[in-house]
């Protein structure tokens, strides 16, 4: 297999210092691009992922007995952290696409499908850790219970829906933009499947601990499905710009 190394071309650095990246910044953009055009990213983290999670459940069933094997999928145990991780990459990812190809104005970078789409997941990467779905849920449940009678188990699980909605519909805006990319597409479609599982487990199916296991390595399955979408398309964006690659 060949790897591919993305090396960014020297520019000049602009007369006023304007928007001159940290030395940090600059080593973040070199390392996230470059294990972004390192094989097939999203292969990779399926496959780790799924290590991950069979390890975790392993232990916790081991651990802390039959029926609790999903207590490492908790809060921020090692699960639920590779899924923020990978979250937080796919936002890095979005901004790092935007900054190649959207205009250099305020409005056309902040109209740029791409660049919207990585900050909504920058966003969401905060969420898990803290619970934000699952805090607004309990203010909203407290005022009225229509999650519950429509049939979700909580209300947060239809804050969650209603995540999925809003990108749902986001991306129907930028169709246009989506089918130019087929591949990343493919792994949009990949990834939005998954999460319209996890909604389903944990909204509507009878709850339990290996149904917990379950429904949190959907979401590990998930984030690699949006990070290979990501990762193709800066991989395009970079060819298509002619940009030095080495090998």
């Known amino acids: 297999m060949t790897v591919l190394h993305y090396t960014r071309p020297m520019t000049a650095a602009p007369g006023n210092g304007v ?14 691009t470059g294990e972004a055009l390192r094989g097939n990213i999203a292969v990779r983290l399926w496959v780790l992922g799924g290590v991950v999670a069979a390890v975790s459940a392993g232990i916790g069933y081991i651990v802390f007995g039959p029926g609790e094997q999903h207590q490492l999928f908790r809060d921020l145990g090692p699960v639920s952290f590779f899924v923020v991780a990978q ?23 902040a109209t740029n499908f791409w660049f919207l789409a990585g900050v909504g997941f920058l966003l969401l990467s905060f969420d898990a850790p803290l619970d934000l779905h699952g805090r607004l849920g309990e203010v909203i449940g407290n005022q009225t219970t229509i999650a519950e009678e429509i049939g979700f188990h909580r209300t947060s699980d239809a804050i969650l829906a209603v995540y999925m909605v809003a990108g749902l519909a986001v991306a129907t805006v930028y169709a246009g933009e989506l089918l ?22 944990d909204g509507f199916a009878a709850q339990g601990s290996w149904m917990w296991v379950f429904e949190e390595t959907l979401e590990v399955f998930a984030a690699a499905c949006f990070v290979g979408a990501f990762a ?11 940009e030095p690659v080495t090998r």
């Open 232 to 242: 193709s398309r800066l991989q395009e964006s970079i060819a298509a710009q002619g």
């Open 87 to 109: 979250t937080l990459l796919v936002g890095l990812l979005g901004l790092l696409i935007a900054a190649h190809e959207a205009p250099a104005s305020k409005v056309g970078r």
């Open 180 to 201: 130019r990319h087929r591949r990343a597409l493919l792994y949009f479609a990949a990834g939005a499947a998954f999460i319209g599982g996890t909604i389903v487990v």
């Open 19 to 32: 928007r001159q990246l940290s030395s940090f910044v600059q080593t973040l953009e070199r390392g996230v």
